[in-house]
């Protein structure tokens, strides 16, 4: 962006509509200092300067540290004026910034925030709506998602998109008394879900980065309205708000990005406490009908929980979690997401571990024998019902809240405690061909096949046999080093300089 007056009008308004910032002269000044000047008047004469022809627009670059202090210097909250910064520097950079947004450690977890885009009448109708449909069908949020390529002339089908917290509706939903109980507002209160969504993608779609071309999340909770890149790479998440219903500190719910102490500490994991780890999973299991009664039994588990336990279980989480990390797991889990992403394939293996100790150790002992432990498949049944992303975050959550900053990061190749990895006969597994499952996971494809997925996308698996010379090419090509028959030993293409 070159700064001239018009682009800095467009900033300050910008970053006006932001809740909890400063007054108009002071938030002028605090941009001027993110713009690289000593302060507003020298951002005045310079703007004064290109108005009058005697200089010409520049672009300059932000500096968000700067801009931070001068806002917690005014009063402003910590977390506001690094929203405010994030908004800044977003405008400011423009595309750059979503390509290269683990570049702000100042920002990172910060939300950029465009209420800019939106009326307050807007705002307050959509914080109302949501308050009814959180009332009545008590669920915590509507999420929807949306492929990067959808456009304002041709908006995506959100009937196969839409969540209420853990309830998918879609053209035949399987939760027909959430549905019924949605018509029932729908109703009353003369509005569609559906076209309220609609709303907000028009509104918020021209907005969203280049670079979310994995496709965007959008959610509505009592925080606000957000958008936030599916991208595998957490670097990514930075979300923008299209409305802040409150100026209370938001729940960052983003994986490793936080509300506080950024980056986390990387640290040795604590000792191990397998029997505490899997007792609190199990007690959550008893009376939990649905996914969210689960996360809330298992956060009121974990709350009382001194912090070096918060900790143990940290770690035991992410040790079940790695110990489902063979090739042959990893085939299994995505049969049952269709061949999607690996951030769907941790979601099922986040839902392996939330069933608790005796499936975990049945998937480990025995990937084929899990969907024994399943009902008989269900054809209307969505496959993202064996996914559940939230529960690996609970524990994070419930120490966040306690000190309001992050849980430390663990180096587990430093685990003196480290959980036994089942072995497995095949070093990596990439694509498969369709001949060759039922070889290796015959009960899961017939179950997978009754369930009627689609296995079109499972096209192209290679199974890669020890020893083979298929083995060795692919060691090669992962930069692991290669034992020739003659005892010779290669380093791997990635060992190369």
Known sequence: MLLDEKSFRTVKNTLSAIRGGPPSARLGEAIAVGWGFPNHAGLKAHLERVETGRALPEHHEPDAAALI?????FG?????ARDIAATFVALVSASSFW????????IMGARVIRNDLTSTTWQEAMKETFGLIQARLDVPWITVRVPHDSSERA??????????????LNDDPTDGIIMSALETLEDEQDFKLLDLLEG???RAHPHFPSSWEDGVRIRIDAHGIKAQTLASDWSQKMDIWFATFDDEPIQRDLGPVGPAGWPPEIVEPPPSEPEMFWNLIDSTLSGADTKNEQLQALRALLEPLPDTQLKAFAADYRRAHDSLGTATIDLLVQLFTGGASDDRSDYVKDWIISRGRRVWEGVIGNPDGFVA?????DPEQEFDAFEFEEIAYVVREVYEDRHGTQLPWYDMDKDSTPWAKPSDPYIHLTMIQEDEIPKL?????KWVAKAGYDLDTLINWEIVTPGSREELLLRFDLGLPVTLPDGRVLPGRGDRG
Do not use: C, N
């Open 441 to 445: 996971l015959p009960q899961t494809w």
């Open 200 to 202: 907000i993608f028009v």
């Open 99 to 106: 390509t290269g947004v683990d570049s702000h450690s100042d």
């Open 155 to 168: 908006l995506p089908d959100f009937a196969e998109e839409i969540r209420l917290g853990d309830h998918v």
């Open 373 to 377: 432990t399943l009902p008989d498949p």
């Open 76 to 80: 402003i909250e910590e977390w506001t």
């Open 69 to 73: 202090a001068r806002l917690e210097k």
